[in-house]
Nanobody
Framework: QVQLVESGGGLVQAGGSLRLSCAASGRTLSSYVMGWFRQAPGKEREFVCAINKSGGSVYYADSVKGRFTGSRDNAKNTVYLQMNSLKPEDTAVYYC?????????????????WGQGTQVTVSS
Protein backbone atom coordinates (compact mmCIF):
# COMPACT_ATOMS: atom_id res chain seq x y z
CA GLN A 1 0.00 0.00 0.00
CA VAL A 2 1.13 3.57 -0.68
CA GLN A 3 0.10 6.94 0.75
CA LEU A 4 0.19 10.01 -1.49
CA VAL A 5 0.39 13.69 -0.57
CA GLU A 6 0.23 16.46 -3.17
CA SER A 7 1.68 19.94 -2.76
CA GLY A 8 2.52 22.98 -4.84
CA GLY A 9 -0.91 24.26 -5.77
CA GLY A 10 -1.88 27.89 -5.54
CA LEU A 11 -3.13 30.97 -7.34
CA VAL A 12 -1.39 32.03 -10.54
CA GLN A 13 -2.15 34.39 -13.39
CA ALA A 14 -2.91 33.10 -16.86
CA GLY A 15 0.31 32.33 -18.69
CA GLY A 16 2.11 31.51 -15.48
CA SER A 17 3.59 28.27 -14.20
CA LEU A 18 3.26 25.96 -11.23
CA ARG A 19 5.00 22.75 -10.24
CA LEU A 20 3.03 20.17 -8.34
CA SER A 21 4.68 17.44 -6.29
CA CYS A 22 3.29 14.16 -5.05
CA ALA A 23 5.24 12.51 -2.25
CA ALA A 24 4.71 8.82 -1.62
CA SER A 25 5.21 6.82 1.56
CA GLY A 26 4.76 3.19 2.35
CA ARG A 27 5.46 0.91 -0.59
CA THR A 28 8.11 2.11 -3.01
CA LEU A 29 6.86 4.35 -5.78
CA SER A 30 8.62 2.36 -8.50
CA SER A 31 6.01 -0.37 -8.02
CA TYR A 32 3.30 1.83 -9.54
CA VAL A 33 2.29 3.56 -12.70
CA MET A 34 1.44 7.10 -11.61
CA GLY A 35 -1.26 9.41 -12.87
CA TRP A 36 -2.36 13.00 -12.48
CA PHE A 37 -6.04 13.89 -12.62
CA ARG A 38 -8.00 17.06 -12.03
CA GLN A 39 -11.53 17.97 -11.09
CA ALA A 40 -13.13 21.35 -11.63
CA PRO A 41 -16.28 22.40 -9.73
CA GLY A 42 -19.35 20.72 -11.16
CA LYS A 43 -17.32 18.54 -13.51
CA GLU A 44 -16.16 14.95 -13.54
CA ARG A 45 -12.60 13.99 -12.66
CA GLU A 46 -10.44 14.34 -15.76
CA PHE A 47 -7.26 12.56 -16.80
CA VAL A 48 -4.21 14.83 -17.13
CA CYS A 49 -1.21 12.55 -17.64
CA ALA A 50 0.23 9.18 -16.68
CA ILE A 51 3.83 8.11 -16.19
CA ASN A 52 5.12 4.58 -16.51
CA LYS A 53 7.07 2.94 -13.72
CA SER A 54 10.50 4.01 -14.92
CA GLY A 55 9.43 7.51 -15.97
CA GLY A 56 10.58 6.84 -19.50
CA SER A 57 7.11 7.12 -20.98
CA VAL A 58 4.48 9.78 -20.29
CA TYR A 59 1.04 10.05 -21.87
CA TYR A 60 -0.90 13.32 -21.86
CA ALA A 61 -4.45 14.46 -22.35
CA ASP A 62 -4.80 16.58 -25.49
CA SER A 63 -5.87 19.55 -23.37
CA VAL A 64 -2.47 19.77 -21.65
CA LYS A 65 -0.11 18.39 -24.28
CA GLY A 66 2.79 20.76 -24.93
CA ARG A 67 2.11 22.75 -21.74
CA PHE A 68 2.37 20.20 -18.92
CA THR A 69 5.21 17.80 -18.18
CA GLY A 70 4.87 14.79 -15.94
CA SER A 71 7.95 13.21 -14.36
CA ARG A 72 9.02 11.08 -11.44
CA ASP A 73 12.05 10.55 -9.23
CA ASN A 74 11.76 7.04 -7.85
CA ALA A 75 14.80 7.57 -5.62
CA LYS A 76 12.93 10.41 -3.92
CA ASN A 77 9.57 8.61 -4.07
CA THR A 78 8.12 11.71 -5.69
CA VAL A 79 6.12 12.48 -8.81
CA TYR A 80 5.92 15.92 -10.41
CA LEU A 81 3.66 17.86 -12.71
CA GLN A 82 5.21 20.95 -14.27
CA MET A 83 2.47 23.20 -15.60
CA ASN A 84 3.35 26.02 -17.97
CA SER A 85 1.26 28.47 -19.98
CA LEU A 86 -1.59 28.00 -17.55
CA LYS A 87 -5.11 28.94 -18.61
CA PRO A 88 -8.20 29.76 -16.53
CA GLU A 89 -9.72 26.48 -17.70
CA ASP A 90 -6.89 24.63 -15.91
CA THR A 91 -8.43 25.69 -12.60
CA ALA A 92 -9.23 22.53 -10.63
CA VAL A 93 -8.21 20.35 -7.74
CA TYR A 94 -5.30 18.24 -8.93
CA TYR A 95 -4.83 14.69 -7.69
CA CYS A 96 -2.02 12.21 -8.05
CA UNK A 97 -2.87 8.54 -8.10
CA UNK A 98 -1.11 5.20 -8.21
CA UNK A 99 -2.10 2.03 -10.00
CA UNK A 100 -0.76 -1.50 -9.90
CA UNK A 101 -1.74 -2.24 -13.49
CA UNK A 102 1.40 -2.79 -15.61
CA UNK A 103 0.54 -0.21 -18.26
CA UNK A 104 -0.23 3.49 -18.59
CA UNK A 105 -3.89 3.92 -17.63
CA UNK A 106 -6.11 6.91 -18.38
CA UNK A 107 -9.26 5.81 -16.56
CA UNK A 108 -9.59 6.91 -12.96
CA UNK A 109 -11.21 3.61 -11.98
CA UNK A 110 -7.94 1.83 -12.81
CA UNK A 111 -6.14 3.69 -10.02
CA UNK A 112 -5.98 2.16 -6.57
CA UNK A 113 -4.54 4.93 -4.41
CA TRP A 114 -5.22 8.67 -4.37
CA GLY A 115 -3.88 11.74 -2.69
CA GLN A 116 -6.08 14.37 -1.07
CA GLY A 117 -5.63 16.86 -3.89
CA THR A 118 -4.18 20.35 -4.22
CA GLN A 119 -6.07 23.39 -5.52
CA VAL A 120 -4.82 25.19 -8.62
CA THR A 121 -6.51 28.46 -9.51
CA VAL A 122 -5.63 30.38 -12.66
CA SER A 123 -6.88 33.93 -12.89
CA SER A 124 -7.53 35.69 -16.19
Amino acid sequence: QVQLVESGGGLVQAGGSLRLSCAASGRTLSSYVMGWFRQAPGKEREFVCAINKSGGSVYYADSVKGRFTGSRDNAKNTVYLQMNSLKPEDTAVYYCAATEVPYIATLSRKYDYWGQGTQVTVSS
